[in-house]
């Protein structure tokens, strides 16, 4: 496999895990958080803070682009003893979750990622993947099929 490649297997792998990171439900990830043992010491590169970004939209996700509205973000970086390095961006204010999912990136980069996976980020995933899976059934229940008859008239 070539430099380049590895490269983008990497990146692809880090973007899936600081998605799950952003999108998950703070109380879930500070549970399995604080179960998963001792607290790496770090630096702040950035301490966490708060903003907003502008979300943008598309027509049937193929139209031009407009803008959508505002939305609520915090972010931070931090760098482990090692120097490995963390960002985290999380919807919302909180800077906790911000700070641990920093960490959790930084640590993903290290030897302890898949001890860290095992113990946080799949059940993470299961949960999440869990709760759309009961929000697909509840809305699938209200679905509702229209169908034509063909009318016989000659």
Not at 88 to 114: C, H, S
Request: charge should be neutral.
């Amino acid at each position: 496999m070539a430099n380049d490649e590895k490269n983008t297997v990497a990146d692809e792998a880090r973007r899936g895990w600081m998605g799950l990171l952003s999108r998950a439900p703070e109380a879930r990830l500070m549970e399995l958080w604080q179960a998963y043992g001792p607290q790496p010491g770090f630096d702040w590169l950035r301490r966490p803070e708060v903003g907003a970004v502008m979300v943008r939209g598309r027509m049937g996700g193929t139209g031009a682009p407009f803008n959508l509205g505002e939305m609520t973000v915090t972010r931070c970086s931090l760098a482990l003893a090692d120097g490995t390095v963390g960002h985290a961006y999380v919807q919302g204010r909180g800077k906790t979750k911000a700070e641990v999912a920093a960490l959790i990136d930084a640590l993903m980069q290290t030897p302890a990622a898949a001890a860290l996976r095992v113990a946080v980020l799949d059940p993470l995933a299961e949960a999440m993947a869990e709760a759309k899976r009961d929000r697909a059934a509840k809305s699938a229940a209200t679905k509702v099929d229209f169908f034509t008859m063909v009318r016989g008239e000659d």
